[in-house]
């Protein structure tokens, strides 16, 4: 890191590796691919003339140039680099024109240790560099919104770590492996994610005979934070995330998501709860889970869903019914024999 700068030095062979990575590294504003070279001005003019020929090789009609000196002891100041790196274009490929309002290409020259030229400066997801904020701890289901909501948490900066609950065998092996598939995907965006995989299918079966069927998907909500919250506290995440919606769905009510949030110690973080449907289905398409997410399957809350689900439970009789399913003993054995995944920037 110098002057604002991070330099990653790779082989020209790796570069679609490197590309992949840093088109999802949060923290940065944008990358250019380029190639350290001689301070002198004719070094800068005649890799000027090459990038030229390059944009112009991609159908390109017109330029700018853009100058930064970082080393003021390089006899040409960023105003006649300009002049200089313009002529030297133009001289190279005459059918390209100067263009400042709206270039087709820019063509930055950087004196700096080195001097660089390059044209095909990108732009990066900015954010925050992850690990800055902490880790939470992602409800992730299959579903589309649960990994949009770990991916904006990590533009953040907050590293990641997520828990799916499976209720198998009512729910299959594919669902499984499609939720690590997503986990896969965050981990590249938050360097490696870590998943806990718990069954949860005794829990659900406690819940669906002895409790009244409308009230079924928020007490399986509440077992499911009281889980993470436990998992979260051991495992060192300050936080738990969902991709819950406000009135998305009747779980997702005011008055629900204050039920399952009753009694919870550590901030649950909802990124998702003022956005529509539609925003989050592009944001899932531009990471790259929605594919994924639309897959069939079978997620362990729709499995026992009532036909008529509570809409505004109230806290206090959540808080009854949920005490008199005795859970605990059940979420200890989930937390005990729950299987860790750990997927790597790569997936
Ligand atoms: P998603 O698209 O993320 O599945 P959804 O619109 O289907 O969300 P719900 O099924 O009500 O909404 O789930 C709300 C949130 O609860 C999810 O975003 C997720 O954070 C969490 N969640 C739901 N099911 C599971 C599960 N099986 N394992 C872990 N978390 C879950
Ligand atoms: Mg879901």
């Given at each position: 890191m110098r002057n604002g700068r991070f330099y990653v030095h790779g082989l020209e062979e790796d570069s679609a590796a490197i590309e992949n990575a840093l088109d999802r590294l949060f923290g940065i504003s944008g990358w250019a691919q380029t190639r350290g070279i001689p301070k002198t001005i004719e070094a800068v003019l005649a890799e000027c003339a090459a990038e030229a020929k390059k944009i112009h090789a991609r159908g390109i009609a017109s330029f700018k140039i853009e100058a930064r000196r970082t080393d003021k002891s390089f006899p040409f100041d960023s105003y006649a680099l300009r002049c200089r790196g313009g002529d030297a274009v133009t001289d190279a490929v005459p059918g390209l024109r100067v263009d400042?309002?709206?270039?087709g290409a820019i063509i930055t020259i950087e004196i700096r240790e080195k001097a660089y030229v390059y044209s095909d400066a990108r732009k990066a997801l900015g954010g925050l560099p992850v690990g800055t904020a902490g880790r939470g701890l992602l409800l992730l289901s299959g579903g589309i919104d649960s990994p949009v909501a770990g991916f904006l948490m990590a533009s953040r900066g907050m590293g990641i770590d997520a828990v799916h609950f499976h209720a198998y065998p009512y729910t299959s092996a594919e669902a499984k492996q499609k939720t690590i598939r997503l986990a896969g995907i965050l981990g590249g965006y938050c360097m490696g994610v870590r998943l806990y995989i718990l069954g949860f299918t005794k829990i659900q079966m406690r819940i669906k005979e002895a409790s009244p069927l409308p009230w079924s998907t928020v007490l399986l909500r509440m077992a499911m934070m009281r889980c993470a919250e436990t998992i979260a506290k051991r495992n060192g995440n300050k936080c738990i995330i969902t991709g819950e919606s406000l009135s998305q769905v009747a779980s997702q009510t005011i008055e629900n998501i204050s039920c399952t949030q009753n009694g919870i110690s550590i901030p649950v973080l909802r990124p998702l709860i003022g956005t529509d449907k539609e925003s989050i289905i592009r944001k899932a398409e531009q990471i790259g889970t929605y594919k994924i997410s639309i897959e069939p399957y079978e997620d362990c809350c729709v499995l026992f869903s009532p036909p008529r689900p509570i809409l505004r439970g109230t806290v206090a009789e959540a808080a009854e019914l949920y005490r008199s399913l005795e859970l605990e003993p059940l979420i200890e054995e989930a937390i005990r024999n729950y299987e860790t995944v750990k997927l790597g920037t790569g997936g």
């Open positions: 400042v309002q709206n270039p």
